[in-house]
Structures are given as C-alpha cells and as structure tokens.
C-alpha cells in the first residue's frame, strides 16, 4: 500500500517560500509509470493544481503559479519537495502530494494534506 | 489555464439519482479521454472514484458511473445513500503537460 505524507512549517510569513517535502512510502519514486503531484485547497474552494515531479526529475508546473514554484526529488530518500516563494495570504491552503498514474493522468494516491498559512 | 466549471451545489433524496457537470473546452475534457472524478468528505483527502471518463476503481460502488459528450464529462450517482454526501471534484488532463480541476460540487442529500 503507497503511502505519501507531507511534512513542513504550517505557518509561513508573507513574502517567504513555503517548503513542502512528501515522504512516499511502498512505491518507489523512480517508477516511471507515476509522477508525483501537489495539488493546494483554500478553504472552502476547490482543488488547484500545482505541478509535477517525476523520479528523473522532469517538472512541469501550472502557468499560474510557474515562476513561484520550483520542485525536487529525492530518489535516495524516496521523496520529493515543494518550494512557492513570495507566498500572500491567497497561498493559505491545505497542500496535498499525491501520486499520478501517467497512462490516465488520474490521482490513485493522495497523503492526508498539510495545512499551511501565510500570516505575519 | 481555466478551472473546469462545475455546478457549486446539487441535491437529492435517497434513492434518487443525481448528476455532476464538468465543462471545459476543446484543450481539456473535449480533447482527451483522461476525466477522473473525486470524493471528498469533509477534513478528509480526495478519493478517486471515476478514471479515463467512465471507468471505476476496485470497491468503488455501480451505482457511481462516469460519462462524457463534447467538452462536458458527467458523473451520475444512482440509489443516492446518505453517505454519498461529500464534495465532487473533476480532473482533466489540460494539455501541455498539466491537470485542471474543477471548482467542485457539494452533493447535500435530502
């Protein structure tokens, strides 16, 4: 059973980076049938798509957010990390990782989320 | 790259069915047979409960079934059961090496 868990500061000051890391656990990082996702939540709202990370370390990000978001993997430590800089307040959010079968494009496995929020 | 548009709310009794839009453009749910649908009950991670437009999970009920027609993908859940109660997200692949969801719905059951 994939297990992913997101772990990082849940309280970031305006203008900071945000720094996520997801911990994947039974299923490698490295198998190219997957890449691995975050995807954010405000409250209330619906979901958003971040970017993408696979093993190698290709990304693609959202045009929305592209030049805040930069993405890593670590495939020695079988996880990979989100970093937004310059973070407001409309960066409050749950932040997911989840894991995406390529041949779909479908989320088969989500972590419990992290609440992050961007105050002073 | 815009959000799908979905409903923010339907309704129905139990036992009835109720349907979900999903509308995008040609880029997006018109282009690619790549529509996944989620399940999410409140404080809790989404659920994947329909992939490739039509095609359901293991231990994912019948009574969820996925559909689409043009640039709108459609989730229909027959026999509504009060547990059916959640927010619905659609998810398609947006082209040029993204994903795009949807605005969500919440299902209330009467």
């Known amino acids: 059973q994939v297990q992913l868990q997101e772990s990082g500061p849940g309280l970031v000051k305006p203008s900071q980076t945000l720094s996520l890391t997801c911990t994947v656990s039974?299923?490698?990082?490295?198998?190219?049938?997957?890449?691995w996702t975050w995807i954010r939540q405000p409250a209330g709202k619906g979901l958003e798509w971040i970017g993408r990370i696979y093993g190698s370390g290709s990304t693609n990000r959202n045009p929305s957010l592209k030049s805040r978001v930069t993405m890593s993997a670590d495939t020695s430590k079988n996880d990979f990390s989100l970093k937004l800089s310059s973070v407001t307040a409309a960066d409050t959010a749950v932040y997911y990782c989840?894991?995406?079968?390529?041949?779909?494009?479908?989320?088969?496995?989500w972590g419990q989320g992290t609440l992050v929020t961007v105050s002073s | 790259q815009s959000a799908l548009t979905q409903p923010r709310s339907v309704s129905g009794s139990p036992g009835q069915s109720v349907t979900i839009s999903c509308t995008g453009t040609s880029s997006d749910v018109g282009g690619f047979n790549y529509v996944s649908w989620y399940q999410q009950h409140p404080g809790k991670a989404p659920k994947l409960i329909i992939y490739?437009?039509?095609k359901r999970p293991s231990g994912v009920p019948g009574r969820f079934s996925g559909s689409k027609s043009g640039n709108t993908a459609s989730l229909t859940i027959s026999g509504l059961q009060a547990d059916d109660e959640a927010h619905y997200h659609c998810c398609s692949w947006g082209g040029s090496y993204t994903l795009v969801f949807g605005g969500g719905t919440k299902l209330t059951v009467l």
């Open positions: 039974g299923g490698s990082i490295s198998n190219d049938n997957y890449y």
């Open positions: 490739d437009v039509f």
């Open positions: 989840a894991r995406v079968f390529r041949y779909g494009d479908y989320v088969d496995y």
